[in-house]
Protein backbone atom coordinates (compact mmCIF):
# COMPACT_ATOMS: atom_id res chain seq x y z
CA UNK A 1 0.00 0.00 0.00
CA UNK A 2 1.57 3.37 -1.73
CA UNK A 3 -1.01 5.57 -0.16
CA UNK A 4 -1.05 7.68 2.88
CA UNK A 5 -3.90 5.99 5.41
CA UNK A 6 -5.91 7.32 8.30
CA UNK A 7 -6.64 5.37 11.00
CA UNK A 8 -8.34 5.94 14.56
CA UNK A 9 -6.27 3.37 16.34
CA UNK A 10 -3.96 0.50 16.67
CA UNK A 11 -5.27 -3.10 17.94
CA UNK A 12 -3.01 -5.20 19.03
CA UNK A 13 -3.55 -8.74 18.63
CA UNK A 14 -1.42 -11.63 20.98
CA UNK A 15 -2.29 -15.10 21.44
CA UNK A 16 -3.60 -14.70 24.95
CA UNK A 17 -2.73 -17.09 28.22
CA UNK A 18 -3.92 -18.08 31.69
CA UNK A 19 -3.22 -16.07 34.71
CA UNK A 20 -4.06 -18.32 37.44
CA UNK A 21 -4.72 -22.09 37.70
CA UNK A 22 -8.42 -22.48 37.55
CA UNK A 23 -7.66 -20.65 33.50
CA UNK A 24 -5.64 -22.93 32.28
CA UNK A 25 -8.42 -25.49 31.06
CA UNK A 26 -10.88 -23.11 29.86
CA UNK A 27 -7.82 -21.65 28.29
CA UNK A 28 -6.50 -24.70 26.45
CA UNK A 29 -10.02 -25.18 25.44
CA UNK A 30 -10.05 -22.22 23.52
CA UNK A 31 -6.81 -23.10 21.74
CA UNK A 32 -8.27 -26.10 20.75
CA UNK A 33 -11.59 -25.44 20.15
CA UNK A 34 -13.29 -27.18 17.32
CA UNK A 35 -11.15 -29.95 17.31
CA UNK A 36 -13.04 -31.91 19.89
CA UNK A 37 -9.98 -32.49 22.65
CA UNK A 38 -11.07 -34.12 25.88
CA UNK A 39 -10.11 -32.54 29.04
CA UNK A 40 -7.96 -35.17 30.25
CA UNK A 41 -5.65 -35.12 26.93
CA UNK A 42 -5.33 -30.82 27.83
CA UNK A 43 -4.29 -31.47 31.40
CA UNK A 44 -1.19 -32.97 29.62
CA UNK A 45 0.16 -29.41 28.21
CA UNK A 46 -1.95 -28.19 31.52
CA UNK A 47 0.96 -29.67 33.72
CA UNK A 48 3.16 -27.02 32.21
CA UNK A 49 1.18 -23.73 32.79
CA UNK A 50 0.30 -25.46 36.71
CA UNK A 51 4.31 -25.88 36.82
CA UNK A 52 4.51 -22.00 36.80
CA UNK A 53 1.51 -21.59 39.01
CA UNK A 54 -1.54 -21.68 36.18
CA UNK A 55 0.19 -18.25 34.97
CA UNK A 56 1.95 -17.97 31.01
CA UNK A 57 3.87 -14.71 30.90
CA UNK A 58 2.55 -13.81 27.61
CA UNK A 59 -0.40 -11.60 29.15
CA UNK A 60 2.15 -9.24 31.52
CA UNK A 61 4.05 -9.10 28.25
CA UNK A 62 1.30 -7.29 26.37
CA UNK A 63 0.57 -4.72 29.13
CA UNK A 64 3.81 -3.92 28.92
CA UNK A 65 4.16 -3.99 25.01
CA UNK A 66 1.07 -1.90 24.83
CA UNK A 67 2.14 0.60 27.26
CA UNK A 68 5.68 0.67 25.79
CA UNK A 69 4.25 1.56 22.21
CA UNK A 70 2.08 3.80 23.98
CA UNK A 71 5.19 5.98 24.90
CA UNK A 72 6.90 5.62 21.86
CA UNK A 73 4.05 6.89 19.62
CA UNK A 74 4.09 10.04 22.17
CA UNK A 75 7.33 10.21 21.69
CA UNK A 76 7.06 10.65 18.43
CA UNK A 77 4.28 12.99 18.18
CA UNK A 78 1.67 10.17 17.31
CA UNK A 79 -1.72 10.71 18.46
CA UNK A 80 -3.04 7.24 18.40
CA UNK A 81 -4.24 5.34 21.15
CA UNK A 82 -3.62 1.25 21.51
CA UNK A 83 -6.09 -1.56 21.81
CA UNK A 84 -5.51 -4.50 23.07
CA UNK A 85 -7.25 -7.92 22.06
CA UNK A 86 -6.49 -11.88 22.46
CA UNK A 87 -7.65 -14.89 19.87
CA UNK A 88 -7.64 -17.17 23.39
CA UNK A 89 -8.21 -15.35 26.25
CA UNK A 90 -9.40 -12.02 28.06
CA UNK A 91 -8.85 -9.29 26.95
CA UNK A 92 -10.57 -10.93 23.89
CA UNK A 93 -10.64 -9.66 20.32
CA UNK A 94 -14.24 -9.23 20.43
CA UNK A 95 -13.84 -7.03 23.58
CA UNK A 96 -10.96 -4.92 21.68
CA UNK A 97 -13.42 -4.35 18.29
CA UNK A 98 -16.47 -3.15 21.10
CA UNK A 99 -14.11 -0.95 22.74
CA UNK A 100 -13.36 0.83 19.16
CA UNK A 101 -17.19 0.98 18.47
CA UNK A 102 -17.85 2.73 22.00
CA UNK A 103 -15.00 5.12 21.26
CA UNK A 104 -15.94 6.09 18.09
CA UNK A 105 -12.98 4.15 16.41
CA UNK A 106 -13.98 2.65 12.95
CA UNK A 107 -10.61 2.08 11.52
CA UNK A 108 -7.78 0.12 13.10
CA UNK A 109 -4.25 -0.94 12.12
CA UNK A 110 -3.53 -4.23 13.67
CA UNK A 111 -0.54 -5.34 14.93
CA UNK A 112 -0.17 -9.03 15.44
CA UNK A 113 2.28 -10.38 18.25
CA UNK A 114 3.91 -12.94 15.21
CA UNK A 115 6.69 -11.87 13.17
CA UNK A 116 6.51 -15.03 10.41
CA UNK A 117 4.61 -16.10 7.79
CA UNK A 118 1.93 -19.51 8.43
CA UNK A 119 -1.58 -20.19 9.00
CA UNK A 120 -1.44 -19.57 13.08
CA UNK A 121 0.79 -16.89 13.18
CA UNK A 122 -1.05 -14.33 10.00
CA UNK A 123 -3.67 -16.32 8.54
CA UNK A 124 -5.84 -17.09 11.91
CA UNK A 125 -4.93 -13.64 13.20
CA UNK A 126 -6.64 -12.24 9.82
CA UNK A 127 -9.32 -14.75 10.55
CA UNK A 128 -9.86 -13.87 13.92
CA UNK A 129 -10.32 -10.22 12.97
CA UNK A 130 -13.14 -11.14 10.24
CA UNK A 131 -14.69 -13.49 13.36
CA UNK A 132 -14.33 -10.44 16.05
CA UNK A 133 -16.47 -8.10 13.58
CA UNK A 134 -19.01 -10.64 12.82
CA UNK A 135 -19.81 -11.71 15.88
CA UNK A 136 -20.10 -7.97 17.61
CA UNK A 137 -22.15 -6.93 14.55
CA UNK A 138 -19.66 -4.23 12.99
CA UNK A 139 -18.85 -5.98 10.13
CA UNK A 140 -18.83 -3.24 8.08
CA UNK A 141 -18.95 -0.01 10.61
CA UNK A 142 -15.47 -1.12 12.10
CA UNK A 143 -12.44 -1.61 9.40
CA UNK A 144 -9.55 -3.58 10.17
CA UNK A 145 -5.92 -3.72 7.96
CA UNK A 146 -3.01 -5.02 9.63
CA UNK A 147 0.84 -4.39 9.14
CA UNK A 148 2.92 -6.24 7.18
CA UNK A 149 4.58 -9.71 8.39
CA UNK A 150 8.18 -8.07 10.24
CA UNK A 151 10.47 -11.12 10.30
CA UNK A 152 13.10 -9.65 8.87
CA UNK A 153 12.58 -5.48 10.03
CA UNK A 154 15.88 -4.37 11.84
CA UNK A 155 13.63 -3.53 14.99
CA UNK A 156 12.60 -7.19 15.15
CA UNK A 157 16.09 -9.07 14.28
CA UNK A 158 18.50 -6.64 16.40
CA UNK A 159 17.30 -8.01 19.72
CA UNK A 160 18.48 -11.60 17.92
CA UNK A 161 21.98 -10.41 16.45
CA UNK A 162 22.80 -8.59 20.39
CA UNK A 163 21.87 -11.67 22.35
CA UNK A 164 23.70 -14.28 20.41
CA UNK A 165 26.65 -11.48 20.50
CA UNK A 166 26.07 -11.01 24.47
CA UNK A 167 26.14 -15.40 24.79
CA UNK A 168 29.15 -15.64 22.79
CA UNK A 169 30.84 -13.07 25.02
CA UNK A 170 29.55 -14.95 28.14
CA UNK A 171 31.11 -18.36 26.69
CA UNK A 172 34.62 -16.51 25.82
CA UNK A 173 34.61 -15.48 29.57
CA UNK A 174 34.28 -19.01 30.76
CA UNK A 175 37.05 -20.01 28.29
CA UNK A 176 34.89 -21.94 25.43
CA UNK A 177 36.19 -21.00 21.97
CA UNK A 178 33.43 -19.79 19.60
CA UNK A 179 34.42 -22.85 16.91
CA UNK A 180 33.37 -24.94 19.66
CA UNK A 181 29.47 -23.19 20.24
CA UNK A 182 26.98 -24.14 18.19
CA UNK A 183 23.64 -22.15 17.78
CA UNK A 184 20.08 -23.33 17.61
CA UNK A 185 17.26 -21.38 16.25
CA UNK A 186 14.41 -22.32 17.30
CA UNK A 187 11.05 -21.67 15.95
CA UNK A 188 7.38 -23.57 16.44
CA UNK A 189 7.04 -26.55 15.04
CA UNK A 190 3.85 -26.50 12.20
CA UNK A 191 2.23 -29.30 10.25
CA UNK A 192 4.13 -29.60 7.03
CA UNK A 193 1.22 -29.40 4.50
CA UNK A 194 0.70 -25.54 6.40
CA UNK A 195 4.13 -24.90 6.29
CA UNK A 196 4.42 -25.92 2.15
CA UNK A 197 1.39 -23.86 1.74
CA UNK A 198 2.84 -20.70 3.95
CA UNK A 199 3.48 -17.33 1.59
CA UNK A 200 1.88 -16.66 -1.90
CA UNK A 201 1.09 -19.51 -4.26
CA UNK A 202 3.00 -17.86 -6.80
CA UNK A 203 6.15 -18.40 -5.38
CA UNK A 204 8.27 -21.45 -4.50
CA UNK A 205 10.30 -21.20 -1.28
CA UNK A 206 11.62 -24.17 -1.36
CA UNK A 207 10.85 -27.14 1.40
CA UNK A 208 9.10 -25.66 4.33
CA UNK A 209 7.84 -22.62 2.37
CA UNK A 210 7.84 -18.98 3.39
CA UNK A 211 7.93 -20.20 6.95
CA UNK A 212 11.14 -21.90 7.20
CA UNK A 213 12.81 -19.58 4.26
CA UNK A 214 11.56 -16.36 6.39
CA UNK A 215 13.48 -18.23 9.74
CA UNK A 216 16.51 -19.26 7.73
CA UNK A 217 17.06 -16.05 6.19
CA UNK A 218 16.87 -14.32 9.54
CA UNK A 219 19.36 -16.76 11.32
CA UNK A 220 21.75 -16.27 8.60
CA UNK A 221 21.61 -12.69 9.11
CA UNK A 222 22.16 -12.79 12.93
CA UNK A 223 25.01 -15.29 12.29
CA UNK A 224 26.69 -12.85 9.72
CA UNK A 225 26.31 -10.05 12.35
CA UNK A 226 29.13 -12.16 14.62
CA UNK A 227 32.43 -11.78 15.44
CA UNK A 228 33.06 -14.86 15.27
CA UNK A 229 30.35 -17.34 14.03
CA UNK A 230 30.20 -21.15 14.94
CA UNK A 231 28.10 -23.53 13.77
CA UNK A 232 24.40 -22.97 13.30
CA UNK A 233 20.91 -24.95 12.47
CA UNK A 234 17.24 -24.38 12.57
CA UNK A 235 15.17 -26.83 14.56
CA UNK A 236 11.64 -26.79 15.81
CA UNK A 237 9.98 -27.12 19.38
CA UNK A 238 6.62 -27.79 20.75
CA UNK A 239 4.89 -30.05 18.34
CA UNK A 240 1.69 -31.53 18.92
CA UNK A 241 -1.21 -33.30 16.93
CA UNK A 242 -1.15 -37.09 15.97
CA UNK A 243 1.61 -38.72 15.43
CA UNK A 244 0.67 -39.61 12.19
CA UNK A 245 0.92 -36.02 11.39
CA UNK A 246 4.47 -34.76 10.03
CA UNK A 247 5.43 -31.77 11.29
CA UNK A 248 8.34 -30.13 10.64
CA UNK A 249 11.97 -30.90 12.36
CA UNK A 250 14.11 -31.27 13.87
CA UNK A 251 13.09 -31.39 16.87
CA UNK A 252 15.45 -29.10 19.29
CA UNK A 253 15.94 -32.14 21.47
CA UNK A 254 16.84 -34.78 18.95
CA UNK A 255 19.13 -32.07 17.49
CA UNK A 256 21.18 -31.73 20.91
CA UNK A 257 20.99 -35.58 21.09
CA UNK A 258 22.93 -35.54 17.73
CA UNK A 259 25.47 -33.32 18.53
CA UNK A 260 29.00 -33.90 18.47
CA UNK A 261 30.10 -33.52 22.42
CA UNK A 262 34.11 -33.96 21.58
CA UNK A 263 33.73 -31.25 19.39
CA UNK A 264 31.29 -28.87 21.16
CA UNK A 265 31.18 -27.39 24.60
CA UNK A 266 28.29 -24.75 24.42
CA UNK A 267 25.04 -24.14 23.06
CA UNK A 268 23.32 -20.87 22.38
CA UNK A 269 19.56 -21.71 22.19
CA UNK A 270 18.23 -18.72 20.23
CA UNK A 271 14.09 -18.45 20.27
CA UNK A 272 13.79 -16.75 16.68
CA UNK A 273 10.15 -17.52 16.06
CA UNK A 274 8.98 -15.55 19.12
CA UNK A 275 8.27 -11.80 20.03
CA UNK A 276 8.13 -12.79 24.18
CA UNK A 277 8.62 -15.45 26.67
CA UNK A 278 5.65 -17.35 26.85
CA UNK A 279 4.79 -21.34 28.04
CA UNK A 280 6.47 -22.69 25.18
CA UNK A 281 9.65 -20.64 25.78
CA UNK A 282 9.70 -21.50 29.38
CA UNK A 283 8.98 -25.13 29.19
CA UNK A 284 10.57 -26.34 26.20
CA UNK A 285 13.48 -24.62 26.02
CA UNK A 286 13.94 -23.02 29.61
CA UNK A 287 12.98 -26.33 31.14
CA UNK A 288 13.07 -29.73 28.45
CA UNK A 289 16.31 -27.94 26.36
CA UNK A 290 18.23 -27.05 29.09
CA UNK A 291 17.76 -30.44 30.72
CA UNK A 292 18.82 -32.38 27.00
CA UNK A 293 22.37 -29.98 27.41
CA UNK A 294 23.24 -30.95 30.86
CA UNK A 295 22.47 -34.51 29.74
CA UNK A 296 25.32 -33.95 27.39
CA UNK A 297 27.46 -32.01 29.20
CA UNK A 298 27.44 -29.31 27.48
CA UNK A 299 26.33 -25.75 28.85
CA UNK A 300 24.22 -23.34 26.95
CA UNK A 301 22.58 -20.16 27.13
CA UNK A 302 19.32 -19.42 25.92
CA UNK A 303 19.26 -15.84 24.17
CA UNK A 304 16.14 -13.72 25.23
CA UNK A 305 13.36 -12.92 23.19
CA UNK A 306 12.87 -9.43 21.62
CA UNK A 307 9.92 -8.74 24.40
CA UNK A 308 10.24 -4.67 24.96
CA UNK A 309 13.47 -4.03 24.05
CA UNK A 310 13.51 -0.23 22.55
CA UNK A 311 14.71 -1.71 18.60
CA UNK A 312 11.64 -3.95 18.63
CA UNK A 313 8.99 -1.24 20.05
CA UNK A 314 10.40 1.42 17.38
CA UNK A 315 10.28 -0.71 14.70
CA UNK A 316 6.45 -1.96 15.48
CA UNK A 317 6.27 1.77 15.65
CA UNK A 318 7.78 2.11 12.16
CA UNK A 319 5.76 -0.07 10.54
CA UNK A 320 2.60 1.51 11.27
CA UNK A 321 4.09 4.94 10.24
CA UNK A 322 4.67 2.89 6.83
CA UNK A 323 0.94 2.44 6.67
CA UNK A 324 0.34 6.02 7.22
CA UNK A 325 2.53 7.63 4.74
CA UNK A 326 2.29 4.87 2.34
CA UNK A 327 6.11 4.40 2.21
CA UNK A 328 7.03 3.06 -0.75
CA UNK A 329 8.76 -0.38 -0.63
CA UNK A 330 12.04 0.65 -1.85
CA UNK A 331 11.97 2.89 1.34
CA UNK A 332 11.24 0.14 4.07
CA UNK A 333 13.71 -1.18 5.85
CA UNK A 334 14.38 -4.56 5.56
CA UNK A 335 17.51 -7.08 6.00
CA UNK A 336 16.74 -10.57 3.69
CA UNK A 337 15.95 -10.68 0.18
CA UNK A 338 12.54 -11.85 1.26
CA UNK A 339 11.19 -8.67 2.09
CA UNK A 340 9.70 -6.02 2.73
CA UNK A 341 6.94 -8.35 2.81
CA UNK A 342 3.01 -7.56 1.86
CA UNK A 343 1.00 -5.33 3.82
CA UNK A 344 -2.23 -7.28 1.84
CA UNK A 345 -1.97 -10.96 2.10
CA UNK A 346 -2.66 -12.42 -1.36
CA UNK A 347 -5.12 -15.05 -2.19
CA UNK A 348 -4.86 -18.58 -0.58
CA UNK A 349 -2.05 -17.35 1.71
CA UNK A 350 -0.85 -19.40 4.32
CA UNK A 351 -4.31 -21.51 3.93
CA UNK A 352 -5.54 -23.95 6.42
CA UNK A 353 -7.47 -26.61 4.60
CA UNK A 354 -8.01 -29.15 7.27
CA UNK A 355 -9.94 -26.02 8.59
CA UNK A 356 -11.38 -25.55 5.56
CA UNK A 357 -11.93 -21.53 4.15
CA UNK A 358 -13.07 -18.88 6.38
CA UNK A 359 -13.56 -15.23 6.15
CA UNK A 360 -10.27 -13.28 6.41
CA UNK A 361 -9.71 -9.26 6.54
CA UNK A 362 -6.59 -7.16 5.04
CA UNK A 363 -5.67 -9.54 2.20
CA UNK A 364 -7.46 -9.98 -1.27
CA UNK A 365 -10.54 -12.35 -1.64
CA UNK A 366 -11.23 -15.15 -1.37
Known amino acids: MTEPAVYDAILLAGFGGPEGQDDVIPFLRNVTRGRGIPDERLETVAAHYRHFGGVSPINDHNRQLKAAIETELVARGIDLPVL ?91 GIDPDRIHVLF ?8 DAERSGPREIDFGPGGAYAAQHLAVARVVMDAQEHPGSWELVYQSRSGAPSMPWLEPDINDAIDALDTEKLDGVVIVPLGFVSDHMEVLWDLDTEAMQATRRRGLEAIRV ?52 GFKPAVAGIAP
Open 84 to 174: WGNRNWAPFLNDAVLEANQRGFTRLLGVVTSAYSSYSSCRQYREDFARALAETGLAGTVHIDKVRQYFDHPGFVTPFIEGVREAYAEFAQR
Open 186 to 193: STHSIPTD
Open 304 to 355: ATPGIHHAFVSGLVDLVLERLRGTPDEERPTLTNLGPWYDVCRPACCENIRA
